[in-house]
Structure formats: C-alpha cells, structure tokens
C-alpha cells in the first residue's frame, strides 16, 4: 500500500527567509501525481502545487518550488519569501496514476510558523 | 460558482443518533469524495463517487453511508453515532482524476 510521511510535524521560519518541508512517500508504480495542499487557520484546503511523476521537470508556482527526486521518492516542498500568510498546516498527498478512483493519500501534515 | 459548500458547519450529536453531512458542487465534476480528518493523521478517504449513481468505499467506510443521485450532491450518513466518529469532515471534487480538488469548508461534529 501507498504511505506519504512528513517527518518534520512542526517548523518556523522568519519572514522573507526560505523553507523547506520534506516528503517522502512509497510507492511501486512508475506513475503517479504528487501534491501540496496548504490549511491555514480557516481551516480551508487550499493547492498549492501538483506535480506529474512523469514530467522531469519540477513544477512551480510563483513563490512555491518543489524537489522532486523519483528514485528517491522524496518530494520536498520550498517556500521562498516567506509571508505571515503563509502560516498554515501543509499536507504532502499522493494519488496513483491508473485505476478508477480518485484517491488522494495523505501525510499527516507539517505545521509551520512564519515569524514577523 | 459557489464551488464546493458543505452544512453544517459544526453539529452536535449524542451517541446513537443519525445525521446526514451534505455536500454540493456547482462545477460539474463527475468525482467526489469524503474525507475525514483528525489529530496527527491528515486526511483519510471515507467514500467516493466517480459519478452520479456510482459510489465506493475508502479507507474508513464503516459507519457511513452515501449516495449519489445527481451530479451535485453528494451526502454523507452517519447511521448510528459512535464517539470515535468525532472529527472535521471534508468535501471534495474534481473534474478527472489527478487534477486539482477543490474542498468544501469543513463541517465539525462533536459525537458525546
């Protein structure tokens, strides 16, 4: 079975520094889709990025970058510029590529802090 | 587009009773699903739909039942609550698979 492990449960980073929040996950496909979701305080869930196991290239958007490493399945998430706004609960998620359902595997979260 | 609402947004239940979670889409995604979430273990699959008049189970199917009789609605039964049963019930859809869901809000059920 699939699993996604955030192995950081909570960060902090100051205002317009650079963070990182790891991901890895376990898998034996070779295709699969790969996702950040962000959950302030609203408790809204929120994209931010998703990433397609079979492009090369890491996907990016705006401020938010990924690192996708396949053979290490590992899928870290960088935040550049940090903002106030950026506080909130960030869940990795996986989804298979084949199949008929549509179900995303999560991790069980990192909470990260911008201080001002 | 309202996108994906969820009611209530927060309920009170004694163990035993039934309640129905629903949730609406406006954009026509044929998949929806449920999820639940609770402490230090991110979101889990209940339920899902892949469209209307076809559902299946998640994870933790048990002790919940749905439906899906229009492209729309999607609800979700509680049919006997349990404590274990409290926790923050999500909504989604999406329009295929591996694409971006969009959420509902969230709907908060305290089972005592």
């Known amino acids: 079975a699939q699993t996604v492990t955030q192995s950081q449960p909570e960060m902090s980073v100051q205002e317009a520094e650079t963070v990182t929040l790891s991901c890895t996950y376990d898998?034996?496909?070779?295709?699969?889709?790969l996702f950040w979701y962000k959950q302030p305080p609203s408790r809204q869930m929120i994209l931010v990025i998703r990433?397609?196991?079979?492009?090369?290239q890491n996907a990016t958007e705006n401020r938010f970058s990924v690192n996708f490493q396949k053979a290490a399945k590992s899928f870290s998430l960088k935040i550049s510029d940090s903002q106030l706004g950026d506080t909130a609960m960030y869940f990795c998620?996986?989804?298979?590529?084949?199949?008929?359902?549509?179900?995303?595997?999560f991790g069980t979260g990192t909470l990260l802090a911008v201080q001002p | 587009n309202a996108g994906v609402t969820q009611t209530p947004k927060f309920q009170v239940l004694k163990t035993g009773q039934s309640m129905t979670l629903q949730c609406a889409q406006d954009?026509?995604?044929?998949?929806m699903s449920w999820y639940r979430q609770d402490p230090g273990m991110g979101l889990r699959l209940i339920h899902y739909?892949?469209?209307?008049?076809?559902?299946d189970q998640g994870e933790v199917p048990n002790g919940y039942n749905v439906s899906r009789s229009t492209t729309e609605d999607f609800p979700l039964r509680l049919l006997s609550a349990a404590p274990s049963q409290t926790s923050v019930y999500f909504c989604?859809?999406?329009?295929?698979?591996?694409?971006?869901?969009?959420f509902g809000p969230g709907t908060r059920l305290l089972v005592l």
């Open positions: 898998t034996s496909e070779s295709n699969y889709y």
């Open positions: 990433q397609e196991a079979y492009k090369q």
């Open positions: 954009m026509n995604h044929e998949y």
């Open positions: 739909s892949v469209g209307a008049g076809i559902t």
């Open positions: 989604a859809s999406t329009l295929n698979r591996g694409e971006t869901q969009y």
């Open positions: 998620a996986f989804m298979n590529y084949g199949g008929a359902t549509n179900k995303l595997i």
